[in-house]
C-alpha cells in the first residue's frame, strides 16, 4: 500500500459516514468543511483498523484536523501493516 491508496482509502471511509458523498480533497478539514462528527470519526477509526491493522486511538484520530494529516497518521503507524 502507498500513500495514495491510503488516502483514497481514508477518503472512501469519510464519504461512507457522510449524508451526502462529497469530493473530497486531502486539504480538506474533517469537521469544517466535511463536517465530520463524532459518531464519524469512530466508523473512520474502525475502518482504518479494519483495513490497515492500524491502533490509532480515538483521541489521536480527533486531533487530524485534515484528511492528509489522517493518512499520514495512518503511514506512521508503529502498527500499519503495508500488503
Not at 481514508?10 to 464519504?15: A, G, K, P, Q, T
Not at 462529497?22 to 474502525?46: C, N
Request: glycine content about 4%.
Amino acid at each position: 500500500m502507498n500513500k495514495e491508496d491510503v488516502t483514497n482509502t481514508v477518503m472512501e471511509l469519510i464519504n461512507s459516514s457522510l449524508v451526502e458523498p462529497v469530493s473530497i480533497k486531502p486539504g480538506d478539514r474533517l469537521v469544517e468543511d466535511l463536517q465530520l462528527d463524532s459518531i464519524g470519526f469512530v466508523e473512520l477509526g474502525t475502518g482504518l483498523e479494519q483495513k490497515y491493522l492500524v491502533d490509532i486511538s480515538d483521541e489521536d484520530l480527533q486531533k487530524c484536523k485534515t484528511v492528509e494529516q489522517v493518512v499520514n497518521a495512518v503511514l506512521t503507524s508503529p502498527t500499519y501493516e503495508t500488503a
